[in-house]
Nanobody, 121 residues
Framework: QVQLVESGGGLVQAGGSLRLVCAASGRTFSMGWFRQAPGKEREFVAAVSWGGVSTYYVDSVKGRFTISRDNDKNTVYLQMNSLKPEDTAVYYC?????????????????WGQGTQVTVSS
């Protein structure tokens, strides 16, 4: 079981930026970020392949968010720019069960505890 610890969340004004960090222990394959707003289901945000070459984003964050990873540090990042109030949610890091790039929750086997991101208007 991969252990994941997120950090970097906080309160930011609309148009601002935050960088989320996910530190992993154990072997990882593909990695992803999901988010869950109050009263809503958890939704996919972004995923990255093991090598970091392939990425996948939900349409609502394309051009604003960038997922990346540093395998030497076993760490995954989510750079979030031009933040909007609708980006407010708890953000979760997740480790894929394989190298397949996916947006399905069922394809991720380990989850972090989440970090709160709040964007004020």
């Amino acid at each position: 079981q991969v252990q994941l610890v997120e950090s970097g969340g906080g309160l930011v004004q609309a148009g601002g930026s935050l960088r989320l960090v996910c530190a992993a222990s154990g072997r990882t394959f593909s990695m992803g970020w999901f988010r869950q707003a109050p009263g809503k289901e958890r939704e996919f945000v972004a995923a990255v392949s093991w090598g970091g070459v392939s990425t996948y984003y939900v349409d609502s964050v394309k051009g604003r968010f960038t997922i990346s990873r540093d395998n030497d540090k076993n760490t995954v990042y989510l750079q979030m720019n031009s933040l909007k109030p609708e980006d407010t949610a708890v953000y979760y890091c997740a480790a894929g069960r394989s190298g397949i790039l996916s947006r399905r929750i069922a394809d991720f086997g380990s989850w972090g505890q989440g970090t709160q991101v709040t964007v004020s208007s």
